[in-house]
């Protein structure tokens, strides 16, 4: 008698995204934990389906094309593995830039460089017919189309499930990191052009000032003012999805920001979190950067000009609460705001 395991795993596949080519009549859908994407016949009959022939292509039920592990079925090691735990797999639509490209986001769970998350884009090997070619045994490409998130100066992220990647008209792609509920939107030069955060939790605004947690986004798209569900509608903004009882200063960031800038920021800055006596800074602002500290009502608190050196900014005489400071070096193009807690 066969025993079930004590925990057993019905989902091994878990289908987590599908899409639909109507030039091609195929149908692509995607094994987050196969690491796989597949391509099969939409114009199969059931009966075909549940055979090895038949259907616009003759393969019946079969897989027309897979991608993204080959070690799932016995060909190639984890070397030619190039997909990890990815959602989000589809065609980019008629009419944008790199339309019938594959893209996806590539969560990155158990990648040899860490886990780091990436979107990418490639360019099945198929012939005018529809037909994908197989080299060696191994379904291509070899090479990827384009890539973002692993680049020397590409901002690095993660996100170990959800999230997702859009072609826009103008060959920008908005990225959506799930976990973290954030959203960028990045330029074919790979800068960085629009940048934010869902400030929701579990779908409720939330006040200035608390802790924004559980703020995740399963997947975000752009839609432009010609979109056919807009129509015959009239559009109305809607209320503040910022919740604060006093006004706070809004910082304007000069965009379009190197992904490079992004990447240092992150590295070089800051801050021990919460603090008691002193913020510490991680590295060095060029002498004569300034600083101000802002409580959350707006007000200012203190400013200064960091001296030679100088690696921390007393802040004993901050009452317990939440602050933001802001950093800024004497050319503007090195910056950074973070909150930061006192004990």
């Known amino acids: 008698t066969d025993v079930a395991p004590a925990n057993p795993q019905a989902d ?29 016949d939409h114009s199969t009959t059931s009966l075909e389906a549940a055979s090895d022939s038949g259907g616009k292509y003759g393969k019946g039920g079969n897989f027309l094309y897979r991608y993204g592990n080959p070690q799932s079925y016995k060909m190639g090691d984890e070397s030619d593995r190039i997909l990890f735990s990815q959602h989000d ?9 790199g339309e019938g490209n594959i893209m996806l986001f590539n969560n990155g769970i158990g990648r040899l460089e860490g886990n780091i998350s990436t979107v990418i884009e490639f360019v099945p090997p198929i012939d005018v017919n529809g037909n994908y070619i197989l080299n060696d045994s191994i379904y291509g490409p070899e090479e990827l189309l384009w890539s973002y998130g692993l680049g020397e100066d590409d901002f690095e992220f993660f996100s170990h ?27 074919k030069n790979k800068d960085i052009v629009w940048y934010y955060i869902n400030p929701l ?7 200035i000032g608390q802790q924004l947690s559980q703020n995740e986004v399963f997947r975000a798209y752009k839609y432009g003012a010609d979109f056919d569900g807009f129509a015959n ?5 809607g209320p503040r999805l910022e919740i604060s009882k006093d006004p706070v200063p809004c910082e304007l960031f000069p965009f379009p920001l190197a ?10 800055l800051i801050i021990s979190n919460p603090v008691e006596t002193s913020i510490y800074l991680l590295d060095d602002f060029a002498s004569g950067s300034n600083y101000l500290i802002y409580d959350l009502s707006g007000e200012l608190k203190q400013k200064g000009i960091l001296n030679i050196g100088q690696k921390s900014i007393d802040a004993s005489f901050l009452p317990s609460g939440m602050y933001i400071i802001h950093l800024q070096n004497q050319n503007a193009k090195h910056f950074s705001s973070e909150k930061f807690i006192k004990l």
């Open 12 to 40: 091994w596949i878990h289908a987590n995204s599908l899409d639909y080519n109507p030039k091609l009549d195929q149908i692509l859908f995607s094994s987050r934990n196969m690491n796989e994407v597949f391509v099969i």
């Open 259 to 268: 992904s490079a800038q992004v990447k240092q920021l992150k590295e070089k």
């Open 89 to 97: 797999a589809h065609w980019v639509e008629a009419g944008l830039p």
């Open 201 to 207: 939790r579990s779908g409720t605004p939330v006040e």
């Open 233 to 237: 509608k009239e559009l109305i903004a």
């Open 161 to 187: 499930r959800i999230s997702g990647v859009q072609r826009q008209p103008n060959g920008n792609s908005l990225i959506c990191i799930g976990n973290e509920g954030t959203f960028i939107e990045i330029d």
